[in-house]
């Protein structure tokens, strides 16, 4: 019988007894759990959809002013400094980041600066105080909201934005192949899946959200992600109802529900060779922060022509 894994342990058993190891390192945070104070593919909205839409209502997770109502600090302050430091300590070369469904990027620019040290209103990443040089790459299904990101953005030789159905495998893994190869790689070092797994889940389904995590896992190293809870998707179908727009294709017929954290973390240890690391804690709406490690060969740093010898 598949057991769940306790979210006030958030630690599994590969930590390292080594004093300066990733996972003594999280061991010691995550003893600590934190709250934050006070299918086919899916359709890309169009301009004229999305302009009638009330706040709140964006079928696919598109708000327009996302960081207004979650700002990025409520996350940041939940991730301790240091985190790339101390998850890839032998890392000389660049490290490879993947932001899956990240709106006009103000989160993506926000995580980008917390990760390498840098203080807010500097705009060059030549020497981050984390000692480590991170090049991310953020999608989102909207393209209005990208091309907010791309002209917006304090770092565009490091951060790229680019409009992506990730559901869509036929546009989706060419285009990360490319961006890869850009680079010598096969796989990111980490991705950030940050409050998209419900819109994945009430657009596609269970088979949906399944093959979504498969294949993010199957993309990086480590991933840190944040689920949204069930209340959340009930309050989705809500809005859309009061609106009088049609309820989500799936929402009736989900069996994967009830505690999405303890969920989303049975599908990602059980089914995608990933495991749990840590648990930061909790934002002030309520929402998890968890960070899984991979368990994969080809996960391990080392490029494909390494790993053949």
């Excluded at 990240?102 to 500097?122: D, T, W």
């Excluded at 040089?133 to 002209?151: M, T, Y």
């Excluded at 192949?177 to 657009?203: A, E, K, P, Q």
Aim: hydrophobic share 35%; aromatic share 8%.
């Amino acid at each position: 019988m598949q057991t769940s894994v306790p979210m006030t342990l958030c630690a599994r058993a590969y930590l390292s007894p080594e004093p300066f190891s990733p996972g003594t390192f999280l061991l010691s945070l995550c003893s600590r759990p934190a709250r934050a104070q006070p299918r086919g593919k899916m359709a890309a909205p169009t301009n004229e959809e999305d302009a009638a839409l009330e706040p709140g209502a964006a079928p696919y997770g598109n708000f327009p002013n996302y960081s207004r109502f979650h700002p990025p600090e409520g996350r940041l302050r939940l991730l301790p400094g240091g985190l790339l430091r101390r998850l890839f300590p032998s890392d000389a070369r660049p490290l490879l980041g993947l932001d899956v469904g990240c709106n006009s990027g103000e989160l993506s620019v926000a995580l980008y600066r917390h990760l390498l040290g840098l203080q807010e209103g500097k705009g060059s990443p030549e020497q981050p105080a984390d000692g480590k040089d991170l090049h991310l790459l953020c999608c989102d299904i909207d393209p209005v909201l990208i091309e907010r990101a791309q002209q917006s953005s304090p770092f565009p030789n490091s951060i790229s934005f680019a409009n992506l159905d990730i559901m869509d495998s036929n546009s989706r893994e060419p285009f990360l192949s490319s961006y890869l190869s850009r680079f010598g790689r096969s796989t990111f070092d980490i991705s950030f899946c940050m409050s998209v797994t419900m819109w994945i889940h009430l657009n596609h389904g269970d088979r949906g959200l399944v093959e979504f995590l498969a294949f993010l896992s199957s993309l990086c190293r480590y991933l840190l992600i944040e689920p949204q809870p069930w209340k959340c998707y009930r309050a989705a179908a809500r809005r859309l109802r009061k609106l009088g727009r049609n309820d989500f294709d799936h929402f009736r017929s989900l069996a994967i529900n009830g505690d999405m954290a303890e969920r989303i973390t049975q599908i990602l240890t059980r089914d995608c060779a990933m495991e749990l690391v840590c648990c930061f804690g909790s934002t002030s709406w309520d929402r998890s922060l968890l960070l899984f490690k991979s368990n994969g060969s080809n996960h391990e740093g080392r490029e494909p022509s390494e790993q053949q010898q």
